[in-house]
């Protein structure tokens, strides 16, 4: 008796189903309780999602971040509502005084079936390159919903958006050659799939999460370990036979691990054996694994011995703890040693596929995203909106209020210069000079005449939580696309240059105002 695997849409729905409506902190229920009770509850509010600084991974830092997360967000959002079994727990809820911690009239509130129904986001695209101080998210609607959400907003986009943007800076050092996430395993629990789907957001060809590949619609990567050679050995066999017993599993997607006896006096001439084996039966040899040692110096001499066997189509896939430093380490020794001994170090290159884990998986250097999720206006009852702002004695930490527009700016050979954050119904190319604001120093403003200004893109889309899930490879390409268009300078790996987030010269003043006022 069989059973039919489930569907790939089955496998998706599990996959998304480790968040319910309790995926949330306890001070949203308690300020929520707050609103409903005084009677505010209603007042349509916004709230904007940013974060203030690009990872900084201690010896190097970012340049730029990569928005991920938003369409498992979008995922639970849709599903979101209070059933039964889950107000009945939140009235289980004892303070420390021993009464209800939520009172019948709250849990009557949130009950009700629509409650959600009443949210609108606007955001920047998943897959689309974003900076400090801009609103990546901007959430409207009732005051308390729109306060429920805000955990779950930063948990689903924070730790995706870091791993996008780890994973981009890796597959910008590997310099065309295939990178494959391999970090399952050293990932935070169940939550380690918002950070594979990051990285091939990003650009990773693959993954070795199964679950993951099939809910998103991509094939699983992977070789095998140390240990299947181990066992062979262990049963009297010899790495030869486990190398065979490999191949005859998948004949055409042979990749072998040869380091777990000795690399290139046994390793790779047996999986040479092996390859030409396979080629006299019809198919086309995969390649060879190195997990420890010298990767560059074995990568190279791997081959040599490739090479002269006349297997020059086989892969060469690195693993061990790499990441964006110590690829473009080894792609620098490669050219070294290629050159040494007389080999084409772009034909190298070529053939080097990167296998990726912990350093990427854990975003080695710097585990955390300082997403914030911020009160920015609350509309009164005469239909205008009245920006709200939190004041601080680190100009960092002060918000920009009200509703506003997201522009990036194009110079005219097609290269972002400068993210603009202005009002409604700012303008940048009204006038002939072009004034903006440093986002958190006052002192700093710039001026642009229009003649340098290219094109100018509008970065916001309205979210429909209804729309099915975005393709992977439009994902990509629109990650792809952005990264291209930024000046190789903000790419840098080291010390990149400060790509610019602006202020419109109207915005400054209302936010400069308002903290006046507020002050005073």
């Known amino acids: 008796m069989t059973t039919d695997l489930p569907a790939a849409h089955t496998i998706r729905d599990r996959w998304r189903s480790v968040r319910g409506p309790l995926f949330?902190?306890?001070?949203?229920?308690?300020?929520?309780?707050?609103?409903?009770?005084?009677?505010?509850?209603?007042?349509?509010?916004?709230?904007?999602?940013?974060?203030?600084?690009?990872?900084?991974?201690?010896?190097?830092?970012?340049?730029?971040?990569?928005?991920?997360?938003?369409?498992?967000?979008?995922?639970?959002?849709?599903?979101?509502?209070?059933?039964?079994?889950?107000?009945?727990?939140?009235?289980?809820?004892?303070?420390?005084?021993?009464?209800?911690?939520?009172?019948?009239?709250?849990?009557?509130?949130?009950?009700?079936?629509d409650r959600f129904a009443g949210l609108e986001l606007t955001a920047v695209e998943e897959g689309r390159v974003v900076h400090p101080h801009e609103p990546v998210v901007s959430v409207t609607g009732p005051l308390a919903v729109a306060q429920l959400i805000e955990t779950s907003l930063l948990n689903h986009?924070?730790?995706?958006?870091?791993?996008?943007?780890?994973?981009?800076?890796?597959?910008?050092?590997?310099?065309?050659?295939?990178?494959?996430?391999?970090?399952?395993?050293?990932?935070?629990?169940?939550?380690?799939?918002?950070?594979?789907?990051?990285?091939?957001?990003?650009?990773?060809?693959?993954?070795?999460?199964?679950?993951?590949?099939?809910?998103?619609?991509?094939?699983?990567?992977?070789?095998?370990?140390?240990?299947?050679?181990?066992?062979?050995?262990?049963?009297?066999?010899t790495e030869l036979d486990a190398f065979r017993a490999m191949a005859r599993s998948a004949p055409d997607d042979c990749?072998?691990?040869?380091?777990?006896?000795?690399?290139l006096g046994s390793g790779v001439p047996n999986a040479i054996t092996v390859f030409d084996e396979l080629r006299a039966a019809g198919h086309r040899p995969g390649g060879v694994r190195l997990d420890s040692?010298?990767?560059?110096?074995?990568?190279?001499q791997a081959a040599r011995q490739l090479d002269a066997a006349g297997h020059d189509e086989a892969a060469i896939v690195l693993s061990s703890d790499l990441d964006e430093l110590n690829i473009w380490q080894i792609l620098t020794q490669v050219d070294e040693e290629a050159e040494r001994i007389g080999l084409d170090a772009a034909g190298v290159r070529r053939r080097l596929a990167y296998g990726v884990g912990t350093r990427l998986i854990t975003s080695h250097g710097d585990s955390s995203l300082g997403g914030v999720y911020k009160l920015v206006g609350l509309q009164r009852d005469d239909g205008d909106w009245a920006p709200a702002i939190k004041i601080s004695e680190d100009p960092g930490k002060v918000p920009i209020p009200g509703p506003k527009r997201l522009l990036r700016l194009y110079d005219r050979s097609d290269t972002a210069i400068v993210d603009l954050i202005?009002?409604?119904?700012?303008?940048?190319?009204?006038?002939?000079?072009?004034?903006?604001?440093?986002?958190?120093?006052?002192?700093?403003?710039?001026?642009?005449?229009?003649?340098?200004?290219?094109r100018v893109e509008p970065l916001h889309v309205r979210v429909d939580l209804d729309a099915p899930d975005e393709p992977l490879e439009l994902l990509r390409e629109r990650c792809r696309a952005d990264v291209e268009h930024l000046d190789v300078g903000v790419r840098r790996l080291v010390?990149?240059?400060?790509?610019?987030?602006s202020l419109t010269e109207r915005l400054h003043r209302l936010r400069a105002d308002l903290i006046t006022t507020t002050t005073t």
């Not at 494959?180 to 950070?195: I, N």
């Not at 990749?255 to 690399?263: M, Y």
Request: charged share 20%.
């Open 24 to 113: 949330i902190d306890l001070y949203e229920l308690a300020m929520a309780q707050v609103y409903v009770r005084d009677g505010i509850a209603e007042q349509p509010a916004q709230f904007d999602q940013f974060f203030r600084s690009y990872p900084d991974y201690g010896t190097h830092q970012a340049g730029f971040c990569v928005s991920a997360g938003l369409g498992p967000f979008r995922a639970w959002l849709r599903e979101l509502w209070f059933d039964t079994d889950t107000i009945d727990a939140l009235g289980g809820l004892r303070d420390s005084s021993g009464g209800a911690m939520f009172g019948r009239e709250f849990l009557d509130w949130l009950a009700c079936p």
């Open 157 to 237: 986009l924070n730790y995706a958006t870091l791993i996008a943007t780890k994973a981009a800076r890796v597959v910008q050092s590997a310099r065309g050659g295939t990178v494959l996430e391999f970090g399952m395993r050293r990932g935070p629990g169940a939550g380690v799939s918002d950070g594979v789907r990051g990285a091939l957001i990003a650009g990773c060809a693959g993954t070795s999460d199964v679950e993951a590949s099939i809910a998103l619609g991509c094939a699983p990567k992977g070789t095998h370990a140390h240990s299947m050679v181990q066992a062979y050995l262990a049963n009297g066999g």
């Open 293 to 300: 040692g010298d990767l560059a110096y074995f990568a190279v």
């Open 422 to 454: 202005g009002l409604p119904d700012d303008d940048p190319l009204a006038h002939e000079v072009l004034v903006t604001h440093h986002p958190t120093r006052a002192e700093l403003h710039s001026t642009r005449d229009r003649s340098t200004i290219g």
């Open 495 to 501: 010390n990149p240059h400060r790509y610019h987030v």
């Open 255 to 263: 990749v072998l691990l040869v380091d777990t006896v000795d690399t």
